[in-house]
């Protein structure tokens, strides 16, 4: 069994990767970090309210009991020597700091923005453009570390991604527009979102999301020349809002690809889109990445969030667009906490394992 | 003071129109229609639940006494012989039925789609296209009536086609890209959104709607040419969702300009937008038509709903968009059910009244 | 295996019928009824909408393939002489007429209320009265029925009875009061609650509601005696609103005990409590039929509803009530459409093959 | 005119004070203290964030021009020299500090708990307990102030203690049992209820919510015995719960009366009742402070916590109750941050100011 850690593993993302490896075939989890204040602790009594006995455990799951007596250490001065791989669920500012240093030893699958948009490292999706992973080599030669460092993309860009590389590959892409409905989850608990501020409304911005989906959707979508990658071409312009949903982003993509295509056509390349690498065969992969309906009423992030676990992406009401250049319209749910989040990072992490990258 | 019927006086469309009629300067409310049913009973026992006594009025605002004791007649019998104007706030089928038979009479403002698309139908946005009233002649003309009819757009066309003016007489337009985000009040109550199905959720189809946005936009912003009007050149590519607000819709607009302009132009032509003729000293007239926000948090439905008493149209977020030519992208919110229904046709009659068409 | 029909098939509780019973052990699905306007098709055509091709499928659980060839027959005309059992899942007036139908040949299990308050018809909840079953003879006898009705209670009843079951055994009861926060589903969706009616507010009256947990609260914790039930001697006092919540049915429960009691005493009955007769065993039985939590800020609705596939009832927030005589107070969570609707009438078909009554 | 300090000034209550004073008869704003971190700057700037430009106003109501201006003091320094009047809009554990410094000196009107359980301290709501306000003489004599402290009740007693006060005074009560469902915005924002935690649920347990309830409620409609307040006799329990709605606490209330009386006679008291002493010309005082509806769906929070601007409490489903000696039973909702809080406090000062206690 591959040995994993967590760190920053009793906050929200943290426990959403307690919750994907549990029974996990491959990896176990071998050691838990957090803030200074969870240090010595067991994870059950890190994670209780000292005033009124409460459990602060925040995943729709029930807590995992196999992880509740287990110490949790402090993460500035975590003891990775035993760990084979290192999940890190830490805020950006703190990734900046703290993956560096697990990296000079470890592997580090991350869900921070901190390294997205460094030149050698890779923005995995595994089934989209699982051959960055070669990326790595380059990133440990140059760094000179004996692990690495592979951050998930943000969770708004996954679904969107996902979806365009079929039509990306069939037909090519001229630009993208697209407006996102996101969840509250994607806002976290620090303090997240506010119920007073969400209800009965919608909150027009979210800060710096915009621009990292243009940025994250080109780069995955690029190829690697000569040891780089050299990003997808086509623009992508969004505006991206938050709604009063629990989970699951809905997106209303606009696209304008190069070759002429039916709304059939396109329909067709999503529902069989297998990856590039057999990708399914992996534990916690969908079966089928993208689920196409044809019943207009769908996607709903309530009824689709959850298709396949949360880890296929959810397509619909695919229509020609009459604006844009050969334009197709389409509307996507993706789960942003599951394939968007940390049981997405864990499916990076049984690809590099299967391709030899940790071990 | 003219002297005003309401047709569909029991429904919730009919009680805003009495809403915004309450204490009006120059119209008064003179008879009042609906149903079978609540023929010949007062308007308050007409919207009393005669199983428990609760009172079916569906308005925010409180039940206005002054009509409580007026009988309710017949639709399909009204007597309108004593009426100067007719409000119709009837479904689309029914209306199309009865307002011909109005219209033959006395002038029709109406929120139903049945007419709106039209040849000799002008569809009214006072300060936006107040010189299509003139095609109120040809169809009276044409159609050997001494009434006529006209429609206000579909709630959602409203708020666009209100944001586009501006940029359309500055800088032209080439195309238009919108998703909206709808709120509940626009399905109405029969049974319009069931709470159990937008819940933590998003529907992602309003069946007819976008066809009616694309066609609506162009028409309002289209030239009189030899009396019929010219659309807007324009295409408007939509995708409309229903969202858990109760009221305002909020629209993502992504347009591209003939010629160049900077985000500043933008807000500067949308802030100075004062209409075609004075429409700002109509009673129910907003004093600003659009607002604009620095505030990148801006508009929010919950908090620019009901900016002008939910007349006037909120903007924020204008910016360059990369994909389109010219491209610029910003969100609005638009009150659906005040200016997109029952008091912007009160509006619609101000004008009208104002110009000499109803007297 | 028993074979069942389900009238009533393509509502939102039929369809709760159908999940309840997907892959179950004993018993199979063997006819579906609804309206005459489904009669003749298929259960997919019926439940598909014509205009737009979406499927009328309610439950958050994926549709059932299994059923969705079988044809639906009209209800009023079901051929039953095949049939081990009839679900019904019917409006209460149309139950008036057709329940006796069917019960003259076949046992009815019943969601519907119209038989609930009959004197030879027991309201059963396996593992609390299941000894009530016995009246079923009494029934069949004085009916000259073959078969039989026996409806399970109202949702908001099920969990106050189940919580009060184990404290009325232990410590006698003489009174309850209690306040209900209840979910959306409970109202179903001809047309249910209205979005618009819900968001940001609470309904503060649930028609015939109160009335019926006083009565069936009494009459599932009385005793049989002489062939009829002795309903319970204490009275039950309650405010019944309806709360912006999916699923699960929260209620505040105040209980004055006749012998004194401690909080731990009342939690430690309650964890024990294992009903009368081995229930637990049946196939949809739960494990724990009460769960008691320590952490003060449970249950709660989303996080408890589900606890054994819904058929458990969460209890918390037990503590010492200084109004009322030896007052104990809590709060608990039960589903409203497993334990409390179509699950909750499999267990008692269940509970009825085991025991005799349906082979 | 009086004028008036606002200590707490930025946050949510420090912002319904300044609207609560908006051109106020008899009061203005003539300081404003915060945090050291908001001292220096102008009022605007303190609630402007530094890296968006959103400007940080909670309110409803539109942003107060006057007041923008203003420079922002630190509190903990704050000149009161000038004042007549302090508003304390601090957290407890600031107050307990805090308020005895101002009060040495000036009048302090209170949105706090610190102080709401002393001896000498009166908890007001005018019309209800006015004469309690003699206690300030004791109070200022014992501790040698030549101001005073007057804390407004817990936004959950204020509706509850005015709706029994009519009960208590023409029947007496022997005892209450109340179930609150209480909105986010008296949570506050600090973070107050997360998005994620309320959707679709409701929060059983607010901490130490139930005991101020009990404790207030006997201590407001007490009598004064010898320079100090007996409380009350009668028990209070309740079970305080957190649900969905953006403003306005509803409750559930049961209470055994001394005297048996009728549910007609519980409305009556309920809409005669006008307060001891003119209360109702008080410039911010409702003319009506309770409204009883006999449309059974009410109270609703969403329709009923405005009236008189937040002012009345609003009653409805007065009904008979089986299980309480003489029991009645009702529903109330009462705007928590308008009556219950700082407009709720300007009613006290206005009070005070009238009677000659500031001056």
Request: aromatic share 6%; with cysteine.
């Amino acid at each position: 069994m591959i040995k994993a850690g967590i760190v920053g593993a009793t906050g929200i993302v943290g426990q959403q990767f307690i919750v994907a490896l549990k029974g996990h075939p491959w990896i176990e989890i071998a050691a838990l970090a957090a803030s200074e204040r969870s240090a010595g602790r067991s994870y059950k009594e890190a994670i209780t309210d000292a005033q009124t006995g409460a459990l602060r455990w925040f995943c729709q799951e029930p807590p995992v009991e196999e992880v509740m007596a287990m110490p949790v250490q402090n993460a500035t001065e975590m003891d990775i020597s035993a760990l084979d791989i290192v999940f890190s669920a830490i805020e950006s500012d703190q990734a900046k700091i703290l993956e560096p240093k697990f990296a000079a030893d470890k592997p580090v699958i991350s869900t921070a923005s901190a390294f997205r948009y460094d030149e050698d490292v890779p923005i995995l999706i595994p089934g989209i453009n699982s051959e960055h992973a070669k990326l790595i080599d380059v990133q440990r030669k140059g760094r000179g570390w004996k692990g690495f460092i592979t951050p998930i993309p943000n969770c708004t860009t996954t679904g969107l991604a996902i979806t365009l590389k079929p039509i990306y590959e069939s037909f090519g892409i001229n630009a993208v527009i697209m407006t996102s409905m996101q969840a509250l989850s994607g806002a976290g608990r620090s303090p997240g979102v506010i119920g007073l501020d969400i209800l009965d409304n919608i909150i027009p911005y979210i800060v710096g999301e915009e621009e990292k989906v243009q940025r994250e959707t080109q780069k995955i979508l690029g190829k690697i020349v000569s040891s780089s990658i050299s990003p997808a071409k086509f623009n992508v312009s969004c505006t991206c809002t938050r709604v009063n949903v629990r989970e699951g982003h809905t997106e209303s993509v606009f696209v304008s690809t190069q070759k002429a295509c039916e709304v059939n056509d396109v329909a067709r390349v999503m529902r069989e889109y297998r990856g590039s690498a057999n990708e399914a065969e992996l534990p916690s992969a969908p079966k089928r990445m993208i689920i196409v309906h044809e019943d207009p009423f769908r996607p709903q992030p309530r009824l689709d969030r959850d298709a396949e676990d949360g880890m296929a992406t959810v397509v619909g009401r695919i229509r020609k667009d009459n604006v844009l250049k050969n334009g197709i319209k389409y509307l996507l749910v993706s789960h942003n906490t599951k394939m968007g989040a940390a049981k997405g990072a864990v499916l990076v992490a049984e690809l590099l394992i299967r391709d030899g990258y940790i071990a």
